[in-house]
Nanobody, 119 residues
Framework: QVQLVESGGGLVQPGGSLTLSCAAS????????MGWYRQAPGKQRELVAR?????????ADSVKGRFTVSRDNAKNTVYLHMNLNSLKPEDTAVYYC???????????WGQGTQVTVSS
């Protein structure tokens, strides 16, 4: 089995910054990619950013230039840096860590961490 433990969410003012972390443990010998999705109230879950084991990165258009995804393979941890002066109220959502193993047939989710951007 795979366990994903997220941390770093919270309340932040517009224009602030925040970093989310997700540490993976368990049967993770064949990770294909790790990344972040988010779900705002009344909306579908959407991709935020993801990074493959080979270093290929994808971002949602809405966060390009504002968020940075990175990964520490030695620690099996993925980070989402919401950069200084970048956060907007529309970034408010529950952020979920995602891990895909093998050829994509194994898909795991974290429990979610709330990010609220408000003054």
């Amino acid at each position: 089995q795979v366990q994903l433990v997220e941390s770093g969410g919270g309340l932040v003012q517009p224009g602030g910054s925040l970093t989310l972390s997700c540490a993976a443990s368990g049967s993770i010998f064949d990770i294909y990619l790790m990344g972040w999705y988010r779900q705002a109230p009344g909306k579908q879950r959407e991709l935020v950013a993801r990074i493959t084991s080979g270093g290929t990165i994808n971002y949602a258009d809405s966060v390009k230039g504002r968020f940075t995804v990175s990964r520490d393979n030695a620690k099996n941890t993925v980070y989402l840096h919401m950069n200084l002066n970048s956060l907007k109220p529309e970034d408010t959502a529950v952020y979920y860590c995602n891990l895909v193993r093998g050829l994509g047939q194994f898909n795991y989710w974290g429990q979610g961490t709330q990010v609220t951007v408000s003054s």
